[in-house]
């Protein structure tokens, strides 16, 4: 059973990126797309876009594209979303979400979660 | 970016059924059998119940169901316990290669 392990708490200013990582444990037989969700406060789910396993093809949602960057240099390394020209209205839990049998299977195993702030 | 449209509550008492709905358009609900359903308990991170419309996890128990007719899916879960009391969330695949959630729906035990 692959596990997703995402990078810990970060506090960013009003127009910085922020980079998050999720790396892929356990069975590397199984080797998921990646998905990244992020959750303001006291609200629902919103997808930003999917990686595949190899890291050669992202697909962003629209609303971030420009902003938003997905990346894995290698088949072993972690898997990184990196937002950039942060507002406050980023403020919010990022989470990666993996799925072994695009586009079948459904978002399988998640990511503990990343809480981003944007604070000035 | 449009979401699917739930029910921002439900609730039940414990040993009922409820259902709760998610409606989308043929772009997306509608036009595929990729509908997922995500338990998000507090302060955790979400977990799939449902996938492919009607398909259960390994380990998710069978008071889960899912269906769809046409734009429209539904999640049921029978039998309510207490652990059940989260929020629910949808979501589908789509016509431009995208993926959508729904609002959220919170579902209340008494």
């Known amino acids: 059973q692959v596990q997703l392990v995402q990078s810990g708490t970060e506090v960013k200013r009003p127009g910085a990126s922020v980079k998050v990582s999720c790396k892929t444990s356990?069975?590397?037989?199984?080797?998921?797309?990646i998905h990244w969700v992020r959750q303001a406060p006291g609200q629902g789910l919103e997808w930003m876009g999917i990686?595949?396993?190899?890291?050669?093809?992202?697909l962003y949602a629209e609303q971030f594209k420009g902003r938003l960057t997905m990346t894995r240099d290698t088949s072993t390394s972690p898997f990184i979303m990196e937002l950039s020209s942060l507002r406050s209205e980023d403020t919010a839990v990022y989470y990666c979400?993996?799925?072994?049998?695009?586009?079948?299977?459904?978002?399988?195993?998640w990511g503990q979660g990343t809480a981003v702030t944007v604070s000035s | 970016q449009s979401t699917l449209t739930q029910p921002a509550s439900v609730s039940g008492s414990l040993g009922q059924s409820i259902t709760i709905s998610c409606t989308g358009t043929?772009?997306?609900?509608?036009?595929?059998?990729?509908v997922s359903w995500f338990q998000q308990r507090a302060g955790e991170a979400p977990k799939l119940v449902i996938f492919?419309?009607?398909a259960r996890p390994s380990g998710i128990s069978n008071r889960f169901s899912g269906s769809k007719s046409g734009n429209t899916a539904s999640l049921t879960i029978s039998g309510l316990q207490g652990e059940d009391e989260a929020d629910y969330y949808c979501?589908?695949?789509?016509?431009?290669?995208?993926?959508?959630f729904g609002g959220g729906t919170k579902l209340t035990v008494l």
């Open positions: 990686i595949n396993p190899s890291g050669s093809s992202t």
């Open positions: 979501s589908s695949y789509t016509s431009t290669s995208n993926w959508v």
């Open positions: 356990g069975n590397t037989l199984t080797k998921p797309y």
């Open positions: 043929s772009a997306d609900v509608g036009g595929y059998n990729f």
């Open positions: 979400a993996g799925q072994s049998d695009y586009p079948k299977g459904g978002f399988e195993i």
């Open positions: 492919e419309v009607d």
